[in-house]
Protein backbone atom coordinates (compact mmCIF):
# COMPACT_ATOMS: atom_id res chain seq x y z
CA UNK A 1 0.00 0.00 0.00
CA UNK A 2 1.56 3.42 -0.97
CA UNK A 3 1.81 6.18 1.09
CA UNK A 4 -0.29 9.29 -0.47
CA UNK A 5 2.33 12.04 -0.90
CA UNK A 6 1.78 15.20 0.93
CA UNK A 7 3.28 19.06 0.38
CA UNK A 8 5.74 18.22 2.66
CA UNK A 9 6.82 15.13 0.52
CA UNK A 10 7.48 17.29 -2.29
CA UNK A 11 10.97 19.28 -3.19
CA UNK A 12 10.95 23.11 -2.07
CA UNK A 13 9.36 24.89 -4.57
CA UNK A 14 9.14 28.59 -5.15
CA UNK A 15 6.18 29.59 -2.95
CA UNK A 16 2.77 30.58 -4.81
CA UNK A 17 2.15 34.18 -4.69
CA UNK A 18 -1.65 35.55 -3.95
CA UNK A 19 -3.22 37.78 -6.68
CA UNK A 20 -2.98 40.63 -4.62
CA UNK A 21 0.40 39.63 -4.02
CA UNK A 22 1.09 39.44 -8.03
CA UNK A 23 -0.80 43.12 -8.04
CA UNK A 24 1.60 44.65 -5.42
CA UNK A 25 5.23 43.31 -7.20
CA UNK A 26 3.23 44.75 -10.76
CA UNK A 27 2.60 47.96 -9.18
CA UNK A 28 6.50 47.99 -7.27
CA UNK A 29 7.89 46.92 -11.19
CA UNK A 30 5.87 49.79 -13.09
CA UNK A 31 6.70 52.28 -10.32
CA UNK A 32 10.13 52.39 -11.91
CA UNK A 33 11.30 53.70 -15.29
CA UNK A 34 14.65 54.27 -16.30
CA UNK A 35 15.92 57.71 -18.50
CA UNK A 36 19.53 57.37 -19.28
CA UNK A 37 20.73 60.90 -20.91
CA UNK A 38 23.29 60.38 -23.87
CA UNK A 39 26.98 60.28 -22.95
CA UNK A 40 27.69 63.72 -23.87
CA UNK A 41 24.63 65.07 -22.19
CA UNK A 42 25.61 63.38 -18.95
CA UNK A 43 27.94 65.92 -17.49
CA UNK A 44 29.91 62.57 -16.55
CA UNK A 45 31.55 61.64 -12.82
CA UNK A 46 35.08 61.33 -14.23
CA UNK A 47 37.08 62.39 -11.19
CA UNK A 48 40.82 63.12 -11.87
CA UNK A 49 43.47 61.32 -10.31
CA UNK A 50 44.35 61.83 -7.08
CA UNK A 51 48.32 63.31 -5.84
CA UNK A 52 50.73 60.05 -6.26
CA UNK A 53 53.97 59.43 -4.15
CA UNK A 54 51.72 60.14 -1.04
CA UNK A 55 50.71 57.33 1.34
CA UNK A 56 46.71 57.03 1.99
CA UNK A 57 45.00 55.71 4.44
CA UNK A 58 42.42 53.10 2.39
CA UNK A 59 39.38 51.28 4.35
CA UNK A 60 37.59 47.85 2.36
CA UNK A 61 34.00 48.94 1.72
CA UNK A 62 33.44 45.64 -0.73
CA UNK A 63 35.22 42.74 -1.05
CA UNK A 64 33.73 40.09 -3.57
CA UNK A 65 34.87 37.09 -5.74
CA UNK A 66 33.92 37.55 -9.28
CA UNK A 67 34.35 35.94 -12.42
CA UNK A 68 36.22 37.68 -15.80
CA UNK A 69 37.67 36.25 -19.15
CA UNK A 70 41.39 35.66 -18.93
CA UNK A 71 43.68 38.98 -20.14
CA UNK A 72 45.33 36.66 -22.89
CA UNK A 73 42.50 34.44 -23.24
CA UNK A 74 39.19 35.51 -23.62
CA UNK A 75 37.21 32.77 -24.02
CA UNK A 76 38.67 31.36 -20.68
CA UNK A 77 37.51 32.84 -17.55
CA UNK A 78 39.51 33.38 -14.11
CA UNK A 79 38.19 34.29 -10.92
CA UNK A 80 39.71 37.32 -9.65
CA UNK A 81 39.02 39.42 -6.07
CA UNK A 82 37.44 42.55 -6.66
CA UNK A 83 38.29 44.97 -3.40
CA UNK A 84 36.72 48.64 -3.35
CA UNK A 85 38.36 50.99 -0.93
CA UNK A 86 37.62 54.36 0.26
CA UNK A 87 40.29 56.96 0.26
CA UNK A 88 40.37 57.85 4.09
CA UNK A 89 42.97 60.44 4.16
CA UNK A 90 45.96 61.09 3.38
CA UNK A 91 48.40 59.32 6.79
CA UNK A 92 50.30 62.62 7.02
CA UNK A 93 47.70 64.23 7.93
CA UNK A 94 47.73 66.73 5.01
CA UNK A 95 44.28 67.64 3.16
CA UNK A 96 43.63 64.53 -0.09
CA UNK A 97 44.07 66.50 -3.49
CA UNK A 98 43.73 65.53 -7.14
CA UNK A 99 46.28 65.96 -9.29
CA UNK A 100 45.09 69.60 -10.40
CA UNK A 101 45.20 70.48 -6.39
CA UNK A 102 41.64 70.19 -5.72
CA UNK A 103 40.61 69.06 -1.99
CA UNK A 104 38.80 66.31 -2.22
CA UNK A 105 36.44 65.15 1.29
CA UNK A 106 37.93 62.19 3.30
CA UNK A 107 35.39 59.35 2.26
CA UNK A 108 34.38 60.50 -0.78
CA UNK A 109 36.79 58.92 -2.92
CA UNK A 110 37.31 55.25 -4.24
CA UNK A 111 39.77 53.19 -5.33
CA UNK A 112 39.38 49.45 -7.54
CA UNK A 113 41.43 46.78 -7.46
CA UNK A 114 41.22 43.54 -8.60
CA UNK A 115 43.77 40.70 -7.47
CA UNK A 116 44.52 37.61 -8.58
CA UNK A 117 43.73 34.20 -6.75
CA UNK A 118 46.44 32.42 -7.51
CA UNK A 119 48.92 34.59 -8.16
CA UNK A 120 49.61 34.83 -4.37
CA UNK A 121 53.55 34.73 -4.01
CA UNK A 122 56.72 36.16 -4.78
CA UNK A 123 58.20 37.28 -8.30
CA UNK A 124 61.45 35.86 -9.21
CA UNK A 125 63.07 39.31 -8.21
CA UNK A 126 61.67 38.72 -4.65
CA UNK A 127 58.93 40.84 -4.68
CA UNK A 128 55.66 39.87 -3.36
CA UNK A 129 52.86 39.56 -5.83
CA UNK A 130 50.02 42.38 -5.86
CA UNK A 131 47.53 39.88 -3.94
CA UNK A 132 50.06 39.12 -1.38
CA UNK A 133 50.99 42.83 -1.35
CA UNK A 134 47.40 43.55 -0.31
CA UNK A 135 45.75 41.10 1.52
CA UNK A 136 48.95 40.97 4.51
CA UNK A 137 48.36 44.70 4.76
CA UNK A 138 44.80 44.72 5.70
CA UNK A 139 45.77 41.87 8.04
CA UNK A 140 49.01 43.09 9.27
CA UNK A 141 50.95 39.97 8.46
CA UNK A 142 54.41 39.20 7.48
CA UNK A 143 54.69 39.03 3.91
CA UNK A 144 57.35 35.94 4.05
CA UNK A 145 54.90 34.16 6.91
CA UNK A 146 52.68 31.46 5.25
CA UNK A 147 49.33 32.76 5.79
CA UNK A 148 46.12 30.02 4.52
CA UNK A 149 42.40 30.36 4.80
CA UNK A 150 41.27 33.88 4.37
CA UNK A 151 38.08 34.52 2.65
CA UNK A 152 36.95 37.57 1.18
CA UNK A 153 34.42 38.67 4.17
CA UNK A 154 37.55 39.07 6.27
CA UNK A 155 38.87 41.88 4.96
CA UNK A 156 35.70 44.45 4.91
CA UNK A 157 36.12 47.11 6.88
CA UNK A 158 39.88 46.22 7.36
CA UNK A 159 42.56 49.19 6.43
CA UNK A 160 45.67 49.83 5.25
CA UNK A 161 47.99 52.38 3.20
CA UNK A 162 48.20 52.62 -0.57
CA UNK A 163 50.49 54.56 -2.31
CA UNK A 164 49.62 55.83 -5.46
CA UNK A 165 50.84 56.31 -9.14
CA UNK A 166 49.12 57.61 -12.31
CA UNK A 167 49.02 55.63 -15.52
CA UNK A 168 47.58 56.41 -18.80
CA UNK A 169 44.81 54.02 -20.00
CA UNK A 170 45.02 53.30 -23.88
CA UNK A 171 42.01 56.10 -24.88
CA UNK A 172 44.36 58.66 -22.75
CA UNK A 173 42.64 58.58 -19.65
CA UNK A 174 44.70 59.39 -16.89
CA UNK A 175 43.82 57.06 -13.72
CA UNK A 176 45.41 56.04 -10.64
CA UNK A 177 47.12 52.50 -9.75
CA UNK A 178 48.27 51.44 -6.23
CA UNK A 179 51.77 51.26 -6.74
CA UNK A 180 52.56 49.91 -3.02
CA UNK A 181 50.56 48.37 0.13
CA UNK A 182 51.65 48.44 3.26
CA UNK A 183 49.82 47.73 7.12
CA UNK A 184 48.63 50.83 9.00
Known sequence: MSKQKTLEDLPD?????TPEQVEAQENLDNSVTLDFSSKADSGGTEFLPLEEDVFYEFSVEKAE?????VYDNPTEMEKVIMVQFIVEGRTDGKD???VEGTVQGP?????????????TGFA???????TRMCIYSLL????????KGVKTG?????????MLE????KDGTKINKVFKYSPL
Open 166 to 169: IKTK
Open 124 to 130: GSGKPSR
Open 96 to 98: IKD
Open 154 to 162: ELLEKGCKA
Open 65 to 69: VRERP
Open 140 to 147: NKDLEEEF
Open 107 to 119: GTRKIWEWLSTTA
Open 13 to 17: VAPIN
